[in-house]
């Protein structure tokens, strides 16, 4: 009977917390999984270490057991333990973990995972025991996991997130056409349900996350669902007044320019923004900072006007 380092199997050091133990399960999971390999009998293998490495060393008796008699395992089975005298209730009798669904029910594991190993080794069962029901069938405890979830970045225009866009994503062997909200922004997360890892044991698949990049525009800078640009005012405009026209990201709109408006002032057009992502109907605004043009190429004409208009100002 082989020593099984459950340490090793999943990439992690002796010393490492839960969190680092679950995200190292994950990975391997996920790429070991019988529906990512079909027919490969040694990914299948591999995966069934990774779950008995993930369920020993995830739960902290088992855990605290294994690390107490592992390295002696061989000299602790000689003693005559009995092992089937283990408190099972301690496994399942507190929280279930998070995302994890348990069951307790009499199982084939021959069926679970086909072939004639089972689903644990045999220095698991040396460990923390097995018996035999009537039918010659391991009686043991199968645990419902929840599939991975998996995040997929996705890179949109400003235009797509005012609108609400589509994507098409090949995911393995599947082709899926998703929609993403109008009103995201950069790192919003779009949940796409049960699209993620296929679930383990029956267990439901996770879900799929877009995870949300915005290409910068050239005309607007998105300040949450307000939006800011610069729009050149005639020096005449800016100085009489009147009406300038202003792009946005649904059509051009007139903006009026009040007398005597100065370089850099800042207009608000309101409700030109970009939509909330909760409720699309309420929108942002958009600032329009004025950039006033001065004339060139004046004729003689006019630099006698603005010589007088100068000569009147002083």
């Known amino acids: 009977m082989e020593y099984k380092d459950y340490y090793k199997i999943l990439g992690v050091d ?23 390999n079909p027919g490969d009998k040694a990914a299948e293998e591999r995966f069934k270490e990774i779950n008995e490495a993930h369920e020993v060393l995830t739960d902290p008796e088992k855990r605290r057991k294994y690390d107490e008699l592992g390295s002696n395992w061989r000299q602790w089975q000689q003693t005559g333990h009995d092992p089937s005298n283990f408190d099972w209730s301690q496994w399942f009798g507190g929280p279930q973990t998070a995302g994890q ?68 994503l090949q ?37 799929l996350y877009l995870v949300v990049t915005l290409r910068s525009h050239p005309t607007f800078k998105r300040e949450g669902n307000d939006l800011r640009c610069e729009v050149p005012v005639d020096l005449y405009t800016a100085l009489l007044g009147g009406e300038v026209r202003v792009p946005t990201l649904t059509g051009n ?49 006019e630099k006698e006007l603005f010589q007088e208009l100068a000569h009147l100002r002083s």
Do not use: W
């Open 171 to 207: 995911l393995d062997s599947r082709r899926l056409e998703v929609k993403i909200p109008a009103g995201v922004d950069t790192g919003s997360r779009v949940r796409i349900a049960n699209e993620g890892v296929p679930g383990f044991g029956g267990g439901p698949s996770g879900d």
């Open 14 to 36: 002796r010393n490492a917390g839960e969190k680092e133990i679950k995200k190292a399960y994950r990975r391997l999971a996920r790429q070991y999984h019988p529906d990512v």
């Open 101 to 168: 669904r348990v069951r307790m029910e009499y199982v084939d594991l021959n069926d679970l995972f086909g072939g004639g190993s089972g689903g644990f080794s045999d220095f698991f069962e040396s460990l923390f025991g097995s018996t035999r029901g009537t039918r010659g069938r391991t009686q043991s405890y199968a645990r419902q996991l929840r599939g991975q979830d998996v995040e997929q970045p996705v890179e949109i225009t400003l235009e797509e997130a005012m609108q609400g866009t589509t994507r098409i």
């Open 253 to 301: 709109v007139l903006l009026k320019i009040p007398p005597e408006t100065q370089n850099g002032q800042v207009l608000r057009l309101k409700g030109q923004g970009m939509p909330n992502l909760k409720t699309p109907r309420v929108r942002g605004d958009l600032y329009v900072e004025t950039k006033v043009v001065l004339p060139q190429k004046l004729s003689r004409r």
